[in-house]
């Protein structure tokens, strides 16, 4: 087998879309600054396509972001709020913890809003 024919058998087998899934963590503050539950989802998703605009012309695959999970309400201590604001370093090291405890098992993606 040549190496256009190779090439051309890889193209084949990908998929026609990739989906990327999403999960989201949001402080409580962030939450509580929504009327509802709703109000808030409709804000992430209106994120995710704003983000998904830098796919659009992508075509073999066409990349899809999927929301999958909110998880919401979470305490200061994950936040790790200061009198500057978030300890980011603090903030992303907490992340990783609950990735390894499982809470992002649905999810390619997991952002913080706060």
């Given amino acids: ?6 090439l051309k058998k890889k193209r084949k087998e990908r998929p026609d879309q990739f989906i990327v899934e999403v999960c989201t963590v949001t402080s ?6 929504f009327n509802t539950t709703s109000d808030l ?3 992430i998703a209106t994120f995710l396509n704003a983000a998904a605009l830098a796919f659009l ?3 073999h695959p066409k990349i899809r972001l999927q929301l999958n999970q909110v998880v919401t309400n979470v305490s200061d201590k994950v936040i790790n709020k200061t ?5 980011i370093h603090t903030a ?3 992340m990783e913890d609950l990735a390894q405890i ?3 098992n649905r999810c390619d993606v997991a952002f913080l809003l706060s």
């Fill in 41 to 43: 989802i409709m804000y």
């Fill in 92 to 94: 992303l090291y907490k």
């Fill in 28 to 33: 409580i503050e962030f939450t509580c600054s």
């Fill in 1 to 6: 087998m040549s190496g256009t024919e190779t």
């Fill in 102 to 104: 499982g809470a992002f």
């Fill in 83 to 87: 009198e500057n604001g978030v300890d």
């Fill in 57 to 59: 012309d992508m075509t």
